[in-house]
């Protein structure tokens, strides 16, 4: 019964697909298979974090060996890492927190008479403030109970997909 269900299994090859990625899109140059020896092998997560060392947020590609006629489209699923999704968004944590910091400096410097009073760029602080949301607001604790709550759920997905993947 082994030999039967490890014939139905399709086989395990890893790979490596050299290319550039621009946003959503993907363009690959070239790919080559990589030799692997389940005896001698490494862990997968060393594996992963041997590809970080080269590049900081890879693009995991999932071909599916098995062929399916009626499928038209290509039997494979891309895969972006969670770092790299969370580097996106500490990046664009810190542009805006470097830009309210400017913008503070600025205000006190022009309340102790430093520099002087602005009205025209006053009255726009004044409006842009106005158009953001209210943390008191109930629509606000909502949204932002919604947005916690799905990026715990993307933690634990590439949690639980890391985990059962790349088990080798």
């Given at each position: 019964?082994?030999?039967?269900?490890?014939?139905?299994?399709?086989?395990?090859?890893?790979?490596?697909?050299?290319?550039?990625?621009?946003?959503?899109?993907?363009?690959?140059?070239?790919?080559?298979?990589?030799?692997?020896?389940?005896?001698?092998?490494?862990?997968?997560?060393?594996?992963?974090?041997?590809?970080?060392?080269?590049?900081?947020?890879?693009?995991?590609?999932?071909?599916?060996?098995?062929?399916?006629?009626?499928?038209?489209?290509?039997?494979?699923?891309?895969?972006?890492?969670v770092a790299a999704h969370l580097t996106g968004i500490?990046?664009?944590?810190?542009?805006?927190?470097?830009?309210?910091?400017?913008?503070?400096?600025?205000?006190?410097?022009?309340?102790?008479?430093?520099?002087?009073?602005?009205?025209?760029?006053?009255?726009?602080?004044?409006?842009?403030?106005?158009?953001?949301?209210?943390?008191?607001?109930?629509?606000?604790?909502?949204?932002?109970?919604?947005?916690?709550?799905?990026?715990?759920?993307?933690?634990?997905?590439?949690?639980?997909?890391?985990?059962?993947?790349?088990?080798?």
């Open positions: 019964t082994n030999s039967a269900d490890s014939s139905s299994v399709p086989p395990r090859v890893f790979g490596c697909v050299i290319g550039v990625q621009s946003g959503r899109t993907v363009e690959i140059f070239n790919s080559f298979e990589l030799l692997y020896d389940p005896s001698t092998a490494l862990s997968s997560k060393r594996s992963r974090s041997s590809l970080m060392d080269i590049n900081e947020s890879p693009v995991y590609l999932l071909l599916n060996p098995s062929i399916n006629y009626a499928q038209k489209d290509l039997p494979l699923t891309i895969y972006e890492s500490h990046s664009v944590i810190k542009m805006l927190n470097s830009r309210i910091r400017v913008l503070h400096h600025y205000l006190l410097a022009m309340q102790k008479d430093d520099i002087p009073c602005d009205n025209s760029l006053l009255r726009q602080g004044s409006s842009l403030l106005r158009r953001l949301p209210t943390i008191e607001s109930e629509k606000f604790r909502d949204d932002f109970s919604m947005e916690y709550n799905d990026t715990l759920l993307v933690s634990y997905l590439a949690m639980f997909t890391n985990c059962s993947r790349y088990d080798v």
